[in-house]
């Protein structure tokens, strides 16, 4: 979906909701907390930046952005297109995807990105 020398973006494969997104920064860290300066500043413009294409595209109030922290060991940020709080609980992930549809979501966000 997006690449470049800092981060990149992906559709995530256990999407908490419709247009989940993961932006990720190519230089492996663990905490967000241990992430250089450029690069965090890469991680947040990208993430506003498809913020703003996820808003457009996906029915949501707002993008939830989360930094858990837990799931693997390499920082990465959540952009979940979101109505409620209800809608960014992780209990919400799906077990299973449909890649067409993933490819679909992917290919809209970078085409207005």
Request: net charge negative; with cysteine.
């Amino acid at each position: 979906m997006y690449e470049d020398e800092n981060v990149f973006a992906i559709m995530t494969i256990n999407p908490i909701a419709k247009g989940h997104v993961l932006v990720i920064p190519t230089k492996e860290v663990d905490e967000w907390t241990n992430v250089d300066e450029l690069t965090r500043q890469k991680l947040f413009t990208t993430a506003h930046r498809i913020a703003e294409v996820q808003k457009q595209i996906f029915p949501c109030e707002r993008v939830a952005l989360i930094i858990a922290g837990f799931e693997v060991p390499h920082c990465h940020i959540h952009l979940i297109p979101a109505t409620s709080m209800h809608d960014v609980s992780f209990s919400n992930a799906a077990a299973s995807v449909d890649h067409d549809e993933l490819a679909k979501f992917a290919e809209q966000i970078s085409r207005q990105f």
